[in-house]
């Protein structure tokens, strides 16, 4: 019997980075709890049972395993199928609070299993209607008391002899989330640098062939000085470049940390068992034929990830390119790469394998260096977002660099790049295009995009060769405190480019500048001169550009260029041409300046720097709390309106308006007009003057066609206007509402689009035909801060509209602000509104006035970043 949602099943990785599986209990663990039980440890089993207690009886298993998953759940933590915790909890009958308990077999406590369990077990008695859990704990068992106090829960204590009574709501608060996020934060950093830090490699498939995968993999190991072990698995050969090889992972006859598998895909199956019973901490498997094969290699591959973390492995891969380490201490190089990169300050991901040795020569050829590499090919389980949780505390990376082809959990990437940001810059290449599959007919655009990056801090550019180039600025060099460059060089044809390339990318060209030097000037007189354009308090950045004379040594002259900038918080690029051919560049080391081809390229990544350096001094902003919003009311009208409806379904009328109404929304009242007496009822009901509006959708905001007719301002007018409607729309079956005339203002579309990749959007536009035909629309993604809400309206170009353009009266933009934060928080509430329009909203400098609203209800489509951690 399985009679429970599959969401309660989910894989989840634990505070050493190890993973397990999660599920409710099933009848059929009976032999399993037993087994469990038989192995713990006499204080174990006092501090659970409150005495000793050696073995359950079988009353005591059938009531262990058989659970109605309402008032009585119990989830297990299952590891290489064994049970190895249980977590329960029994509700109090007739009451909204539960009793919750826990036991870990001994060789697992201390990994975090109480923790993530609780997680689980809240996020479950909360769907069964349970607001409290209760526990008694044997004051001595420091451990489990810490488990309920250090979630973040606000715990009611009480004592009787040597039993602690705690008591405390599961209704997530603010720091119950920080500490899951926290949490989550360590554990999966974890889970990657034990893939990034092996003690030792074994590659499987490693064959005589140097040909092969196999073989290529392990001589890049041994070639690169690998601080480990590394074994060679092959049945088939005894030695593997003149190092003894073994059958099977099994019979290495030392600790395996990481398995590299370059094996048939038929064969990873076998290879991942053998890697489980060897107690393998984490898989890269390089073998193709998965996902990207068609829907049995897709099914395949989601038995092989969950194969892996039911044995405590996390796997990067399928068909990738591999990983490395660059640091000195480990010298990792289990990939196709011939060489490691230098050893530098950038962390790089990419997802595609075969893109990635173009990636990794073009590291190469820039003199860039790395601090680690991972590809991870079809992504199957380790994703970005696992490694920008592993790089925000790497004390080796301090640049992010990330080639993506589609996002894992775009919610979550949003959240953990808008924090990681602050510290540390993240460059993205996002391939155009594949952003998401449309919800809808309408795809998200590019715009979009870019602003949903923006809002990150990612810093996004469009090719690699941009990529590059921020990265050797931003790994060398401190990020601009401003916008104003200094343009400093010895040609004026190259400032004038440098300057127009300033002007260009939003840049400002500092005041007396630019600075033209004598052709002949030597690098020691060029070094002061750049050491006294860098003190200057209005400079806050410096794009040089130099051409060499015959027989200069462009060597010398860089090397005073990165003395001048040194210790200095105001980055310097540069580029020099050389008129007698020699080559011109070095390595590019922190400290030094990055040299380019071109001055418009070094002024390209200059412009992008100094954008995330605004990004991240500017405010993070607040989420407003909203207390007078009414969540539980709106869930219950969408979950009644979707009751047997999963495909979907068109809202308005009294729906939408009670749906906006619990976050505080007024629409305005519409009266249905399906005659004119009607009309002329309905315009006596609201009020005079009046608008008449056709409701199909077609015709909506139609005023060209006829669809609208405003300022109707007595009875007589109305009848006629009705007449004239009708007749042209279709006659008497058009469909019609009266509405009293709003305060005349700006009109504005406030929408919400669910976007299977991004989660929900809030977009906003100042209403009309050129509006929609230029597409000048912002975007924003949720959850919307304040300052977030601020920018949407002021990003759009129509902008000056609402600001008293022309000598119009400025509109109420804070009453807007307000309004889109409450439409977001809406959004973020309700997964299951795919779509909403407020259409128009009517700004003027008093209140807003919402006219028309509609809505879409489906159930959700992209993956959501909350409730308890779990691996996707």
């Not at 488990?147 to 997530?172: C, K, M, W």
């Not at 050969?237 to 073994?246: G, Q």
Request: negative net charge.
């Amino acid at each position: 019997m399985t009679d429970y949602p599959a969401s309660w099943e989910t894989d989840v990785v634990l505070a050493d980075g190890g993973t397990v599986h999660l599920r409710p209990i099933v009848p059929d663990d009976a032999d399993r709890l037993q087994a469990l039980h038989a192995g713990l440890s006499e204080e174990t089993i006092r501090y659970r049972f409150f005495a000793a207690h050696p073995k359950l009886s079988e009353k005591e298993v059938e009531r262990f395993t058989h659970v109605d998953y309402d008032s009585r759940v119990a989830l297990v933590a299952v590891l290489g199928g064994h049970l190895i915790a249980v977590g329960r909890f029994d509700r109090e009958p007739g009451t909204d609070v539960a009793e919750v308990a826990f036991v870990v077999a001994d060789a697992h406590q201390r990994r975090g299993l109480g923790s993530v369990l609780l997680e689980h077990l809240a996020a479950i008695a909360a769907e069964r209607g349970i607001r409290r859990f209760e526990a008694d704990v044997l004051t001595e068992n420091n451990r489990m008391t810490a488990v309920f106090r250090e979630a973040g829960y606000q715990a009611t204590t009480s004592y009787d002899e040597d039993v602690t009574h705690l008591v405390f709501p599961i209704e997530p608060t603010a720091a119950s989330l920080a500490v899951m996020q926290s949490r989550e934060h360590r554990s999966e950093a974890r889970s990657i640098r034990r893939l990034l830090h092996p003690r030792s490699v074994a590659v499987v498939g490693a064959g005589r062939d140097p040909n092969g995968i196999g073989h290529a993999v392990f001589v890049n190991l041994i070639r690169s000085g690998f601080h480990g072990t590394v074994y060679p698995v092959n049945p088939n050969a005894e030695h593997v470049a003149s190092v003894r090889a073994y059958p099977s992972v099994e019979d290495v006859p030392g600790p395996v940390d990481l398995a590299v598998l370059a094996v048939p895909a038929p064969a990873v199956a076998d290879v991942i068992s053998q890697s489980a019973r060897k107690g393998v901490h984490g898989l890269v498997v390089m073998s193709g034929g998965y996902s990207e094969s068609g829907p049995a290699g897709a099914l395949a591959e989601r038995k092989l990830v969950s194969a892996a973390r039911t044995n405590g492995m996390r796997v990067i891969g399928p068909n990738c390119l591999g990983v490395m380490n660059a640091a000195t201490t480990v010298r990792l190089n289990a990939s196709l790469a011939r060489t490691l990169p230098q050893i530098g300050r950038a962390g790089l991901f990419t997802q595609s394998g075969a893109l990635g040795t173009v990636i990794l020569d073009a590291v190469c050829q820039r003199g860039l260096g790395l601090s680690s590499f991972v590809s991870v090919g079809n992504r199957a389980d380790v994703s970005g977002n696992d490694l920008l949780q592993y790089w925000e505390d790497d004390p080796d990376t301090d640049v992010v660099l990330l080639y993506l082809e589609t996002f894992g959990n775009p919610r979550k990437f949003a959240r953990l790049a808008r924090r990681i940001g602050r510290t540390k810059p993240i460059v993205a290449v996002k391939s155009r295009g594949s952003v998401a599959v449309p919800l809808t007919q309408e795809e998200v655009p590019e715009g979009a995009v870019n602003a949903l990056f923006r809002q990150a801090g990612v810093i996004r550019v469009d090719t690699m060769s941009q990529l590059f180039d921020l990265a050797v600025l931003l790994t060398a060099q401190p990020v601009p405190s401003g916008r104003r460059v200094a343009v400093v060089g010895n040609s004026l044809p190259l400032a004038r480019l440098a300057a127009d390339a300033c002007a260009g990318g939003g840049l400002e060209i500092a005041a007396g500048y630019p600075l033209i030097l004598p052709g002949g000037c030597a690098p020691e007189d060029v070094r002061k001169a750049l050491a006294g354009v860098l003190s200057e308090p209005d400079v806050d950045a410096v794009a040089s550009q130099f051409v060499l004379p015959i027989g200069a040594s462009a060597a010398d002259l860089a090397h005073q260029l990165s003395e001048a900038s040194l210790g200095t918080d105001k980055p310097v690029v540069s580029t020099f041409l050389a008129l007698d051919g020699q080559p011109v560049g070095e390595e590019q080391r922190p400290g030094r300046v990055p040299l380019y081809a071109s001055p418009e390229e070094a002024v390209s990544a200059l412009a992008r720097a100094a954008a995330y350096g605004e990004w991240r001094r500017r405010p993070e902003g607040e989420i407003p709390l909203l207390d007078d919003v009414d969540p539980a009311a709106a869930r219950e009208l969408v979950e009644r309106e979707l009751a047997d409806r999963s495909d979907g379904l068109e809202v308005s009328g009294d729906c939408v308006t009670g749906l906006l109404a619990a976050y505080g929304v007024e629409v305005w009242r519409s009266v249905a007009a399906d005659s004119v007496d009607e009309a002329v009822s309905g315009a006596r009901e609201v009020g005079y003057p009046v608008a008449l509006k056709a409701t199909a959708p077609s015709l909506r905001h139609r005023p060209d066609l006829g669809a609208v007719r405003l300022d109707i301002d007595s009875e007589e007018d109305l009848r006629e206007a009705y007449g004239q409607m009708t007749a042209h729309l279709g006659g008497p079956t058009a469909a019609l509402t009266v509405q009293a005339m709003a305060p005349p203002g700006v009109a504005t579309v406030i929408r919400i689009h669910e976007d299977p990749a991004f989660g929900a959007l809030v977009s906003f536009g100042v209403g009309g035909a050129a509006t929609d035909l230029l597409g000048d629309r912002a975007f924003r993604i949720v959850p919307m801060t304040d300052l977030d809400a601020a920018e949407l309206i002021r990003s759009v170009r129509a902008a000056p509209l609402l600001f008293g353009y022309r000598g119009s009266e400025p509109v109420n933009v804070k009453a807007l602000e307000q309004l889109l934060l409450r439409v977001a928080r809406l959004a973020d509430d309700l997964p299951e509104v795919a779509e909403l329009e407020l259409n128009p909203v009517v700004a003027s400098s008093g209140a807003l006035s919402v006219l028309q609203a509609s809505a879409r209800l489906s159930l959700p489509t992209a993956r959501l970043d909350t409730g308890p951690r779990r691996l996707h």
